[in-house]
C-alpha cells in the first residue's frame, strides 16, 4: 500500500518568481530566484511554499542553488522531493556546492564530488566567492542516471 504524501512539486512561472523571494525572506535564506531561471517549489496540503530551490543560469553551466526547506517541514524527504522533481532540468553541466556535510545525501541523487580546477570559470569564480565567506562547501556535478540496458 502507498502512502499519499501532502506534498507536491512545481515549477514557478517567472511571474510566481517572487513568491519563491518572499519563502526565502521569511525563513532567512540566502536565496534569490531570478526571472528567467527555472525555479521549483514543494508545496504542503495547503498549498504553501515548504521548500524551493532554483537553477541559475550561467555561461556553459547551470548552477542548483537556493535549496531550502522551512525548519518545520526538515527530515520529511521534502528536499529529496524537490531535487528528483528538479532533476528532468538537470544535466551534466549543472553544478551544485553543498555543504560537506550534505555529500552523502547529494551523491544519493546523482551528483558526484568534482575538483575546482577545470570545471566553468563561472563555476570557479562562485565557488571562491562562497568559500571566502567561510562556507564549507564541496563543488559536485550532476551525473545523469544510467538507464538500465540503455
Same mark, same amino acid.
Given at each position: 500500500?502507498?502512502?499519499?504524501?501532502?506534498?507536491?512539486?512545481?515549477?514557478?512561472?517567472?511571474?510566481?518568481?517572487?513568491?519563491?523571494?518572499?519563502?526565502?525572506?521569511?525563513?532567512?535564506?540566502?536565496?534569490?530566484?531570478?526571472?528567467?531561471?527555472?525555479?521549483?517549489?514543494?508545496?504542503?496540503?495547503?498549498?504553501?511554499?515548504?521548500?524551493? *530551490?532554483?537553477?541559475?543560469?550561467?555561461? /556553459?553551466? $547551470?548552477?542548483? #542553488?537556493? +535549496?531550502?526547506?522551512?525548519?518545520? =517541514?526538515?527530515? &520529511?524527504?521534502?528536499?529529496?522531493?524537490?531535487?528528483?522533481?528538479?532533476?528532468?532540468?538537470?544535466?551534466?553541466?549543472?553544478?551544485?556546492?553543498?555543504?560537506?556535510?550534505?555529500?552523502?545525501?547529494?551523491?544519493?541523487? *546523482?551528483?558526484?564530488?568534482?575538483?575546482? /580546477?577545470? $570545471?566553468?570559470? #563561472?563555476? +570557479?569564480?562562485?565557488?571562491?566567492? =562562497?568559500?571566502? &565567506?567561510?562556507?564549507?562547501?564541496?563543488?559536485?556535478?550532476?551525473?545523469?542516471?544510467?538507464?538500465?540496458?540503455?
Amino acid at each position: 500500500m502507498t502512502v499519499e504524501h501532502p506534498f507536491s512539486a512545481h515549477w514557478l512561472s517567472d511571474m510566481e518568481i517572487p513568491l519563491a523571494n518572499k519563502f526565502y525572506r521569511t525563513h532567512k535564506f540566502r536565496g534569490k530566484a531570478r526571472r528567467h531561471d527555472p525555479c521549483a517549489v514543494i508545496r504542503n496540503a495547503q498549498q504553501q511554499i515548504v521548500a524551493c *530551490g532554483y537553477l541559475r543560469q550561467l555561461t /556553459d553551466a $547551470q548552477l542548483l #542553488a537556493g +535549496v531550502a526547506v522551512a525548519p518545520d =517541514y526538515r527530515g &520529511q524527504g521534502v528536499a529529496r522531493l524537490l531535487l528528483n522533481s528538479m532533476a528532468e532540468a538537470c544535466d551534466q553541466q549543472t553544478f551544485t556546492f553543498p555543504y560537506r556535510h550534505l555529500i552523502p545525501f547529494y551523491q544519493s541523487l *546523482g551528483f558526484v564530488e568534482e575538483e575546482v /580546477d577545470g $570545471q566553468p570559470s #563561472a563555476i +570557479v569564480d562562485r565557488f571562491h566567492t =562562497y568559500q571566502k &565567506q567561510g562556507r564549507d562547501i564541496v563543488v559536485m556535478r550532476y551525473q545523469a542516471q544510467a538507464k538500465p540496458n540503455a
